[in-house]
């Protein structure tokens, strides 16, 4: 079975300084990595995702993540935070088998950007 | 852009009441699901959907859920008689593919309150 454990619910940063949301996964196979954002009162929107191509994953937004197997983690940074960054972000495996790969995600952690 | 849209954006309802949930993914799309958000807790995996048919569903797809796509496009989640513990924000999602890598498209969710 797979899990996603994200460390920190709430995240609190300075305009201009670096984010830093930590995703750490558990999976018996070679995982499918994806970090998604929520902003208030919208659905869930991929910022990136691993799929074994690079470990250095780049999105949308300025962020990006490294996936690293001898930690299993998925770390998702962003060097100058920038107001608009604050929302829920998530981490998430795809899990599954044959065509049904759903997503195991995190319990999200909250990105407060203050001026 | 395409996008999964989810009717309503926020429903009450009495406990015992049916409800229905609607999502309309898009157009091209094969793999289709449900997840649901509990306050305060994480995101959760419900159903899959592919070729008519449910591919997986989880512990808490109970048998007073059910879900349908009855017009090739509609994809509804139904819940027969609602209970306290089934307030939360529902997600619908859908995907063009069965590759794990495909990414997942989601709604914006439907917050369904039972009192």
């Known amino acids: 079975a797979q899990s996603v454990t994200q460390l920190g619910s709430h995240v609190s940063v300075s305009e201009g300084a670096l984010v830093l949301l930590r995703c750490n996964y558990s999976?018996?196979?070679?995982?499918?990595l994806f970090w998604y954002v929520q902003y208030p009162n919208q659905g869930l929107q991929l910022l990136l995702k691993?799929?074994?191509?690079?470990?250095l994953v780049k999105g949308i937004n300025g962020f990006e993540a490294e996936f690293k197997k001898s930690e299993t983690s998925f770390h998702l940074t962003k060097p100058s935070a920038h107001m608009s960054d604050a929302a829920e972000y998530f981490c998430?495996?795809?899990?599954?088998?044959?065509?049904?790969?759903?997503?195991?995600f995190g319990k999200g952690t909250l990105l407060t950007v203050n001026p | 852009e395409p996008e999964v849209t989810q009717t309503p954006s926020h429903q009450v309802t009495q406990m015992g009441q049916e409800v229905i949930l609607r999502c309309v993914p898009i157009?091209?799309?094969?793999?289709f699901y449900w997840y649901r958000q509990i306050l305060g807790q994480k995101v959760e995996f419900l159903v899959s959907?592919?070729?008519?048919?449910?591919?997986?569903k989880s512990e808490i797809f109970d048998d007073q859920f059910s879900v349908e796509r009855p017009d090739g496009s509609n994809f509804t989640l139904k819940i027969r008689s609602t209970k306290l513990e089934d307030s939360a924000m529902y997600f619908c999602?859908?995907?063009?593919?069965?590759?794990?890598?495909?990414?997942?498209?989601f709604g914006q969710g439907t917050r369904l309150t039972v009192v």
């Open positions: 999602a859908s995907r063009s593919g069965g590759d794990p890598n495909t990414e997942a498209f």
């Open positions: 999976s018996s196979v070679p995982p499918y």
């Open positions: 691993y799929t074994s191509a690079a470990t």
């Open positions: 998430a495996v795809s899990a599954g088998g044959g065509s049904n790969y759903k997503l195991t």
């Open positions: 157009s091209n799309h094969l793999y």
């Open positions: 959907f592919y070729n008519n048919e449910i591919s997986e």
